[in-house]
């Protein structure tokens, strides 16, 4: 029989990642996400303001732009997210930074709201074993981190019902 390793890493963020994540710098009222025509947005500051006009200033560079145009940034205890539904702030840039930085840590199911977004990783993770059915049999959703199995799972019970 084979191994059944720990897919605790595709499926949870450790608390490494978490304290990592918590020193990252952040201002609420300068920190703005801007459109991007390369990486759809990027992180940047807010420099100055004149009028509906902002100075952004972004890896060095300064850029100036519509207030409009500009997405607030979520604070640190938002960053890979279980469910992107408790965002503070939740716009189209911090969806997107979400999935990425979850999908780059090989965590590839998010929920939002009452639904699983899964982002195709092309390659086989080990988060479809017996271990982890047995992970989420009879667990609410809310007590197991994202996975398709937590979503079939409680259709499966409520079927029951």
Not at 84 to 89: E, G, K, R, V
């Amino acid at each position: 029989m084979a191994e059944d390793p720990d897919p605790s890493q595709y499926l949870i963020v450790s608390l490494e990642m978490k304290r990592k994540d918590q020193t990252k710098p952040y201002d609420g009222k300068k920190m703005v996400w801007v459109p991007d025509d390369k990486e759809c947005y990027l992180l940047g500051n807010i420099v100055s303001t004149k009028g509906d006009m902002v100075t952004v200033e972004i890896k060095g560079e300064e850029r100036t732009m519509k207030k409009d145009l500009l997405q607030q940034v979520n604070p640190p205890k938002f960053e890979k997210t279980e469910d992107m539904a408790n965002l503070t702030y939740l716009n189209d840039a911090s969806v997107l930074h979400n999935l990425r930085e979850r999908y780059i840590n090989n965590m590839i199911y998010t929920y939002s709201g009452l639904f699983c977004v899964v982002i195709n990783p092309y390659k086989r993770f080990p988060i479809y074993t017996n271990r982890v059915v047995q992970m989420y049999r009879g667990r609410r959703r809310t007590e197991v981190p994202p996975h398709l199995f937590a979503i079939s799972d409680g259709a499966y019970t409520e079927m029951l019902t």
